[in-house]
């Protein structure tokens, strides 16, 4: 399975951007999709996840209610809408899928990665 996610770029606060994250190579309908991030000198964090339904989304607390995570099964595609962009969600945000259902909050839970898409937010 191969995962390339694109859309990052250079916003300003307040701003808005959508990553999406196309995968390739396997059953994309029956993955558990998420979104992780790794700001510049911190550890890899959740973001959002996704079932494979698409019926159930969860996010990290710092992001509820500013993006939203989608998946169009057509298009083998999950999308992060981010809205009210803040400085500190600068970080180079990364896809990841997991073919066994149940995927949450956890790196380690993912089994294929994207390449990254860099995302900076300027004050």
């Known amino acids: 399975v191969q995962l390339q996610a694109s859309g990052g770029g250079l916003v300003q606060a307040g701003g808005s951007l959508r990553l999406s994250c196309v995968a390739s190579?396997?059953?994309?309908?029956?993955?558990?999709m998420g979104w992780f991030r790794r700001a510049p000198g911190k550890e890899r964090e959740f973001v959002a996840g996704?079932?494979?339904?698409?019926?159930?989304?969860y996010y990290t607390d710092s992001v509820k209610g500013r993006f939203t995570i989608s998946r169009d099964s057509a298009k083998n595609t999950v999308y992060l809408q981010m809205n009210s962009l803040k400085p500190e969600d600068t970080a180079v945000y990364y896809c990841?899928?997991?073919?066994?259902w149940g995927a949450g909050r956890l790196a380690t839970e993912y089994t294929y990665w994207g390449q990254g898409t860099l995302v900076t937010v300027s004050s």
């Open positions: 990841a899928a997991e073919p066994r």
């Open positions: 190579g396997g059953t994309f309908s029956s993955y558990d």
């Open positions: 996704i079932r494979w339904s698409g019926g159930s989304t």
